[in-house]
């Protein structure tokens, strides 16, 4: 299967590398705007993202994933391209878990030694990074980060566009607002609204340089 990647800075590194590992799929390029106009080097494809549709017309049958760990900056992309869901590949690096009942979106990215447990939903162009655990029955919405080393105990519902932090656990049952951000190490013993920034052990919320009571 013929892959192309959306972004090529740092991040990209580690999605070509679980690219690489995964048989069946053969980077053919790299789509950046890093990238003034169509280039072929080595017979790898690096180019703006306007070229997008151009190459689909040229190449056929491509699917792509968005190699950028921004979650704000992979809504955009995947609004202003316009590429359909079946045209973004789900890619797992071959040593992590992901239980038969799990289901993983499109576009989403599960890096080295992760688990996936039972029952739970992971949304669209999500990133699961090394090491991360997704335990039973959780919910992760479209466009999350889970960073290194999190733990997301049974039950958690994880809104759109949060990142959880490096080495950050959520205790079971509790959810996370949209778009919020949970620090490095911090554990999460309450829900979490909308929107905030959550650190420390146990985390707590804060909002305009407010602390969120409760």
Known sequence: MKIIIIGHGGHSKVVTDI??????????????NKYEKVQVMNHVIYAPLHAVHDLKKKIGEIQFVIAIGDNKIRKMIVEKLKITEKEFITVIHPTSVVS???????????????????????GNHCILNSGSIVEHDGTIEDFVHICPNSTIAGTVTIGEGCMVGSGATIIPNKKIGEWTTIGAGATVTKDLPSNCLAVGTPAKAKMKDKIIVG
Request: net charge neutral; aromatic share 2%.
């Open 100 to 122: 038969p009942s799990a289901k993983v979106g499109s576009g989403t990215v599960v890096m080295p030694n992760t688990i996936i447990n039972a029952d739970t939903i992971i």
């Open 19 to 32: 690219v690489h590992a995964t048989k069946g799929l053969h980077i053919i390029g790299y789509l950046d």
